[in-house]
């Protein structure tokens, strides 16, 4: 039997288990248009995808925090309207990867900055839900809780009152956000390279990856 170094896994969702590039981009050209802001290249998208939205409206769009808050429920207006999962799809062996953890006894949770509502619709999408003892993402406004930091504490507090053992944590992710929550928590980041960043974000992180493989020799021996 497989097992893990690691006493339990966090999972960061979009860029790291799940590609939602299509349908984020499509919802942002009309978001954007909708309030009168150039729609993103799928090249800028690395800017949007990983913090939470509301800031980025703000910073990759210039919105004030009243007009930001608008344009979120705007856009996850248009979200809903398309089930959450539309154009959505997991990384090759990634799924695969989380059931075998599963297997192996290993608790594991989600902790996204994505509205917890999407990240549920998401994990029932791709039949995931059995190898996740808690799914966790941010709050509906994505400001009560948000950030990086915060949702780790909440996705640690979840597995342990399911009785995981949460004495050796880790957190797998594709943002500096992710790096830097972690870090936050003392909790060590796998620095996956196959969602949406720059290279330099996983400079600060335990370890570095660059396929499902590479992952998998760190979370299974």
């Known amino acids: 039997m497989p097992r893990s170094p690691f006493s339990c896994v966090l999972w960061d969702v979009d860029g790291t288990i799940v590609d939602a590039s ?3 981009l499509r919802r942002l050209d009309v978001a954007l248009t909708h309030f009168g802001r150039p729609a ?20 990759q769009a210039g ?13 996850r207006t248009l979200g809903k309207a398309d089930g959450y999962t539309t154009d959505a799809a997991t990384y090759p062996g990634v799924a695969e990867l989380i059931h ?3 297997a192996a006894g290993v608790p594991q949770a989600t902790a996204s900055s994505k509205p917890e509502l999407q990240v549920d619709a998401l994990v029932d999408h791709f039949g995931l839900r059995p190898a996740f003892l808690a799914t966790v993402g941010s709050t509906p406004d994505e400001v009560t809780l948000a950030s990086k930091a915060d949702i780790v504490v909440e996705a640690l507090r979840r ?3 399911r009785g995981a053992d949460v004495s050796s944590p880790v957190l797998i992710g594709d943002r500096h ?4 929550g972690g870090a936050a928590n ?6 996956v390279e196959w969602g949406f960043s720059e290279p330099h974000e996983g400079d600060d992180a335990a370890f570095r990856v660059a396929t499902v493989d590479e992952l998998r020799a760190l979370l299974l021996t």
């Open 22 to 24: 299509v349908g984020i």
């Open 40 to 59: 993103p290249t799928r090249e800028e998208l690395v800017h949007w995808i990983g913090p939470p939205m509301f800031q980025s409206f703000q910073d």
């Open 63 to 75: 919105m004030t925090p009243e007009q930001s808050s608008e344009a979120v429920a705007f856009y």
């Open 100 to 102: 075998e953890l599963h």
């Open 159 to 161: 597995l342990a009152e």
């Open 177 to 180: 956000h992710d790096v830097s």
């Open 186 to 191: 003392d909790v060590p980041v796998i620095f």
